[in-house]
């Protein structure tokens, strides 16, 4: 007996959603004949060739399995284990990384600030990077991490990410982008890759793509190439380097060609749009900030959550605050799924 949900009816997350058949396809043709191990095949240099076009920057491009471990392992390069790194306090490294950044980083202290929508307050930040700065008593602020797109759904727009990073420059810290849903960024802001990274200040960019139509493999995005021989050695010794490379290479290289990552993320934003359109029409229902990629917040009655519940729908709820869920659509988000929902939730409101 099945103990899956229906497809249609999990919106808890976009790791739900499977692979891209173009990828499921390019890991099948990568199983044909030999390659040499480690990353030193034919098609890890292509993945880095084609990073190194879509940025307009000549890159390096670690690949890994998780997006904790591009996340930890990028930290760990741009922080001693008497920094700090100053994030948002709601952001994934904080809240949801099982303390791999501080594991990685030997010991460096993330610094929560504050701001709305999840996204770090330039004022707040201001005042931290210079808190303590040079006081042996203390630790010493070091990187800056921003997400986009953030954990409540909204994207940092490019003068915002203009703006911390000068902020980070000028204080003498690095920039790192959290960019689990960077797809999505992109495909809402219109920006190209490079002015939202390395042209805004990014050193380093932990490149998703499980979420987005890929079954294993993220990346790292080393803008500034100094940390790069530091990062082959991290992530050898935390045992991200696979031997069989080309597998999650395969991967990348698929969901880089022809732009699929941005129609993939495009998409997911369009159903998140939908969803956030139906849902506007229900007067008992309160939208909760802004859906510019695929997250949507919003405040529910109790019945229509027990409803939703008992209609077999799978979603994140009463984890913030009671009556406030969580929609996240994916690329395999159909119309039809958004539409079946937003019935749901009009019916049971009624």
């Known amino acids: 007996?099945?103990?899956?949900?229906?497809?249609?009816?999990?919106?808890?997350?976009?790791?739900?959603?499977?692979?891209?058949?173009?990828?499921?396809?390019?890991?099948?043709?990568?199983?044909?004949?030999?390659?040499?191990?480690?990353?030193?095949?034919?098609?890890?240099?292509?993945?880095?060739?084609?990073?190194?076009?879509?940025?307009?920057?000549?890159?390096?491009?670690?690949?890994?399995?998780?997006?904790?471990?591009?996340?930890?392992?990028?930290?760990?390069?741009?922080?001693?284990?008497?920094?700090?790194?100053?994030?948002?306090?709601?952001?994934?490294?904080?809240?949801?990384?099982?303390?791999?950044?501080?594991?990685?980083?030997?010991?460096?202290?993330?610094?929560?600030?504050?701001?709305?929508?999840?996204?770090?307050?330039?004022?707040?930040?201001?005042?931290?990077?210079?808190?303590?700065?040079?006081?042996?008593?203390?630790?010493?602020?070091?990187?800056?991490?921003?997400?986009q797109a953030t954990e409540s759904g909204a994207v940092y727009t490019l003068d915002e990410i203009r703006t911390l990073g000068t902020i980070a420059k000028e204080a003498g810290l690095r920039l790192h982008m959290d960019g689990a849903r960077f797809a999505g960024a992109v495909a809402s802001l219109g920006c190209t890759p490079a002015e939202l990274t390395w042209r805004a200040g990014v050193d380093l960019l932990s490149f998703g793509a499980t979420k987005n139509g890929t079954m294993t493999a993220d990346a790292i995005v080393v803008f500034d190439r100094s940390r790069s021989a530091e990062l082959a050695f991290r992530a050898k010794r935390a045992g991200q380097l696979a031997s069989k490379m080309r597998f999650h290479a395969a991967q990348l290289d698929a969901y880089l060609t022809d732009d699929l990552w941005l129609r993939n993320a495009a998409h997911a934003g369009a159903m998140a749009a939908r969803l956030q359109e139906g849902l506007k029409a229900i007067p008992e229902v309160g939208l909760l900030g802004a859906a510019d990629a695929n997250i949507l917040f919003c405040r529910l009655p109790q019945q229509v959550i027990e409803g939703l519940l008992a209609d077999g729908y799978v979603f994140y709820h009463d984890r913030w605050e009671p009556g406030v869920v969580r929609f996240v659509t994916s690329f395999a988000t159909t119309e039809q799924d958004v539409d079946h929902l937003v019935q749901a939730v009009g019916r049971h409101a009624a």
């Open 1 to 147: 007996m099945s103990t899956t949900t229906p497809t249609a009816r999990i919106f808890s997350s976009d790791n739900t959603a499977g692979a891209s058949p173009e990828i499921v396809d390019a890991v099948t043709r990568a199983t044909a004949g030999q390659a040499q191990p480690y990353g030193a095949d034919s098609i890890t240099a292509d993945v880095r060739r084609r990073m190194s076009e879509i940025f307009e920057h000549d890159v390096d491009v670690l690949l890994v399995s998780t997006g904790s471990a591009a996340n930890a392992l990028s930290l760990a390069a741009l922080t001693p284990p008497w920094g700090s790194v100053l994030c948002h306090r709601d952001s994934h490294i904080n809240n949801d990384e099982c303390g791999a950044p501080e594991f990685y980083t030997a010991g460096a202290k993330l610094v929560p600030l504050g701001g709305d929508d999840a996204k770090i307050d330039p004022d707040e930040l201001r005042a931290a990077v210079r808190h303590k700065a040079g006081d042996v008593h203390s630790v010493e602020p070091s990187v800056v991490s921003i997400t």
